[in-house]
């Protein structure tokens, strides 16, 4: 992995940054670069309220909120930003504003490496908005100013319409850590992380594939 000077981590809900991206932004931490992860909603729109069930629809957005909290303390992440939006909503934002809240949080982070939901091939459409809105925050910037932007992407159609994934970073160092983050979104996760524990100790390959290995697309500006 390439050093970078600040990496900055765009997602619209807690524990999108567990799955594909957590050992990437441990990797990160462990090595001293600064990370600042930008969270759009705090996911409370989501549908999983634990097993048993242990939130309400009233209640989900603070306990997601401390779940997000204690999932950027296992990672190394000391700069969690909040950015108040709703849940499910954020396809239905003003781009051109949200945008400019993106470029606010670059100009103020300056980072060389951007990560996020490619738009259009990331499957949900919070992700979409979300991608689409940094993606139209760095085109706006001067060629010589962008930082790197590396997308997240895994719609089916993904690998047809826009190739393979050029960055693919080994994270197996950080598998633990990988686990505890997902863990640490219990009320989205408890179901299946005890049965992923158990295929990764009997290293299964496609769960060994998705925990030691990340993908990422550079955008082309």
């Not at 931490?29 to 939130?55: D, K, S």
């Not at 954020?90 to 504003?97: D, H, K």
């Amino acid at each position: 992995m390439e050093k970078e000077r600040h990496v900055l981590v765009v997602f619209p809900h807690p524990d999108d940054e567990a799955f594909g991206v957590s050992g990437t932004i441990a990797s990160y931490t462990q090595n001293g670069t600064p990370v600042t992860y930008a969270c759009l909603t705090l996911g409370e729109m989501g549908r999983n309220m634990g097993n048993p069930p242990f939130a309400t629809r009233e209640s989900l957005s603070h306990i997601r909120k401390k779940e997000l909290q204690d999932a950027a303390n296992i990672l190394g992440i000391t700069d969690l930003r909040m950015l108040g939006y709703r849940d499910k909503t954020v396809e239905f934002e003003n781009e051109e504003v949200l945008a400019s809240h993106m470029s606010a949080i670059i100009k103020d982070v300056n980072p060389s490496l951007v990560i996020t939901f490619y738009p259009g091939y990331s499957v949900h459409p919070d992700h979409d908005a979300c991608g689409a809105a940094v993606i139209r925050a760095v085109k706006e910037m001067p060629a010589e100013n962008r930082p790197k932007v590396h997308c997240v992407a895994f719609s089916h159609n993904c690998e047809e319409e826009i190739g393979q994934a050029d960055i693919v970073n080994h994270v197996a160092a950080y598998a633990n850590q990988k686990l505890a983050a997902i863990k640490a979104h219990v009320s989205q996760t408890q179901l299946m992380v005890s049965q992923t524990a158990i295929n990764l100790e009997n290293q299964d390959p496609e769960v060994i594939a998705r925990f030691h290995y990340e993908r990422f697309w550079t955008y082309p500006f």
